[in-house]
């Protein structure tokens, strides 16, 4: 199963307050060993969110939102997608993460991967087989790199 962990946003990672060189030092070495171990499949800390932007319902069309964000609290600063046997396999890793951020962020937010089967009868047999050649070619782009 996949989860991906959600490192949430405070008001130093929204000033982009440079990280300390420890949390750096320990917060590669805990990606590191999750690569190593095959667990870990994409992570990348995110720029502030004045460096961003949103897309909102406006009449039915979306709308551009220009950041900085004001509610830091529901703001991301960074993320891992892992592929683990359990939801205690990826809480143990979370709590590595969380122990080597030493305060950077506000805390950790873990959500599992859906899969094709937690739509049910709604992701029709055509749906499906195109989810599976999108998948098949984001594999053969990530073997080429």
Not at 35 to 64: N, Q, W, Y
Not at 91 to 117: K, M, P, S, Y
């Amino acid at each position: 199963m996949r989860y991906v962990m959600l490192m949430r946003a405070n008001a130093g990672s929204e000033a982009w307050e440079e990280p300390s060189a420890q949390s750096l030092d320990e917060m590669t070495q805990v990606m590191a060993e999750m690569a190593e171990k095959g667990v870990l499949l994409a992570g990348e800390g995110l720029l502030p969110s004045s460096e961003g932007f949103r897309l909102v319902p406006d009449g039915g069309k979306a709308r551009i939102v220009d950041g900085p964000f004001a509610e830091t609290k529901e703001l991301i600063a960074g993320f891992c997608l892992i592929e683990v046997a359990s939801r205690e396999e990826a809480q143990a890793w979370a709590e590595r993460c969380f122990a080597a951020d030493h305060g950077n962020t506000a805390g950790i937010e873990l959500r599992r991967v859906a899969t094709a089967d937690d739509f049910g009868d709604n992701f029709t047999p055509e749906a499906r087989a195109r989810e599976e050649k999108t998948m098949a070619m984001l594999e053969a782009r990530r073997l080429q790199d």
